[in-house]
């Protein structure tokens, strides 16, 4: 039986229509797109979980929130307000808003980071890698082996591998390691979460070696999440309490706030102590983002944030969110599909390899399910796999990615118990004619991060 669906925890008071199209106009789209779902056109598509990345549906508070937002250059109120609200949550001394995440990277990697230097972390986020590699630092990834297997459970497969760790610091020397970067979740290892107990012994190690330890928190809550349900001794703690611990071993903070804070564009950067990092992160940020108070954002993106970031740690709305990944993984269990397990806070990855084995790496399994799930029922996934992989820079060979995944990321608040049963069922008639599924070629593509604008077309055999 497959696991009962956790009930919205809240009501619907505005609609936004999505167009219903039928299976032969979709098979024109997807060839007018070149078989690329980032070329699709959003009205095409029937349920999107391209990503959950400033996709989510923001509160009646937060709307009223919208209409309060200070627009006054410097001092708002609305920047206030964020202050007071990330203080509380977080613990930290100092609060530098900024436009999304990855600028919260661009203004704190080059403080602590440059050539010669290098990052450990349990694994870098793809613009965390970019940001860490700009400075001319060396980024390296440190998880533990469990996260490689899709199919035996673990509760926390998004952890430091701590020895590892300890022996790179060694083998580089402590005063070479510009930062340790705690991802939680661990987005690229599919959303898996890192436990407390990971996170106290890497900043233990971290402190032995004066190194400075950066939380990489966009899922903050939905690790905190799973703390409290996965961890022994937390059981009876808030989300509120488990966060706090978890911040308390790290030194700075940056953070896509479009994810866990539920505002649809966003970023921050959180600072323990430090007054002198502090007042060079302030530089910084006047130079590339505007000024502090501010940070690239509108006051009223300010204030939906200042909202959000408290809607996000209530109990009941994050119990709510991981029930429908672990709804969505419980059903699929029931047809034999297989995915990575357990599911991840924000996504379920669907193993592509395993359901269309006749498609060789090369002709791109998970692209191809991608796509049949557009045809089937205009839902938009995304390829985790060898057509991710950009071709080899020295021998210019397609490589092959370990996993063949296709990623349902699920937007928060936006969609239904019924619209999760459209995709599942989906899949299920996908996998009664997977046999007759065929692999595609790329016919463009540019040097790099070609998933975004390869062209395809399908393979005639
Ligand atoms: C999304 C994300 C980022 C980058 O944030 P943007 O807001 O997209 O710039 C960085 N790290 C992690 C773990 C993320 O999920």
Redesign the pocket.
């Known amino acids: 039986m497959s696991k009962k669906y956790v009930a919205e925890p809240f009501k619907i008071k505005m609609v936004e229509p999505i167009k219903m199209t039928t299976r032969e106009e979709r098979i024109e789209k997807i060839k007018e797109a070149n078989y690329n779902l980032f070329a699709l056109k959003a009205e095409d598509v029937y349920i999107d979980l391209l990503t959950d990345?400033?996709t989510g549906a923001m509160s009646s508070t937060q709307w009223a929130g919208i209409m309060l937002g200070d627009e006054s250059y410097s001092g708002a109120s609305s920047y206030f307000n964020l202050l007071d609200s990330a203080k509380d949550i977080f613990g930290y001394k100092y609060i530098q808003p900024v436009h999304?995440?990855?600028?919260?990277?661009k203004v704190v990697m080059p403080l602590l980071l440059s050539e010669g230097k290098i990052a450990i972390s349990n694994m870098h986020?793809d613009?965390?890698r970019a940001h860490v590699e700009l400075t001319g630092a060396k980024a390296i990834d440190c998880v533990v082996e469990e996260a490689l297997d899709t199919t035996t459970y673990a509760p926390f497969k998004g952890n430091m591998d701590v020895e590892r760790m300890k022996e790179l610091i060694n083998e580089y020397k402590s005063e070479n390691v510009g930062a340790i970067i705690m991802?939680i979740t661990n987005?690229?290892a599919g959303g898996q979460p890192v436990s407390m107990e990971n996170m106290r012994e890497v900043y233990k190690v971290a402190k032995e070696s004066n190194i400075t330890v950066i939380i990489?928190a966009?899922?903050f809550a939905e690790n905190a999440y799973f703390i409290k349900t996965r961890e022994d001794g937390y059981k009876d703690k808030t989300i509120k309490e488990i966060v706090r611990e978890m911040f308390s071993y790290g030194d700075v903070f940056?953070m896509?706030?479009?994810?866990d804070a539920i505002v649809n564009i966003g970023?921050l950067i959180g600072i323990r102590d430090e007054e002198e990092f502090y007042n060079a992160v302030k530089s910084r940020t006047i130079s590339f983002e505007g000024f502090v108070s501010y940070g690239g954002l509108s006051g009223r993106d300010l204030e939906a944030l200042a909202i959000g970031l408290n809607e996000g740690i209530n109990f009941d709305y994050l119990n709510y969110r991981i029930g429908q990944m672990e709804y969505i993984g419980s059903r699929l269990e029931e047809e034999n599909i297989s995915f990575q397990y357990p599911v991840g806070g924000h996504a379920v990855f669907v193993d592509a390899k395993k359901l269309l084995p006749q498609i060789p790496y090369y002709e791109f399994p998970a692209q191809s399910l991608a796509i049949e799930l557009y045809i089937e029922a205009g839902i938009r996934s995304c390829d985790i796999g060898s057509y991710m992989l950009d071709n080899d820079p020295v021998t210019g060979e397609q490589r092959e990615a370990e996993l063949e995944f296709t990623r349902l990321a699920i937007p928060r608040r936006v969609y239904t118990q019924a619209h999760l049963d459209v995709v599942v069922d989906a899949l299920v008639s996908i996998k009664e004619r997977a046999h007759e599924i065929k692999g595609y070629e790329i016919t463009w593509q540019p040097k790099v991060l070609r998933h975004f604008t390869s062209k395809l077309k399908p393979i005639d055999k």
Not at 100 to 105: D, K, L, M, P, T
Not at 256 to 259: A, C, F, L
């Open positions: 990345s400033g999304q995440g990855r600028a919260a990277e986020f613009t965390t991802t987005n690229t990489d966009a899922r940056t896509s706030s479009k994810k970023g």
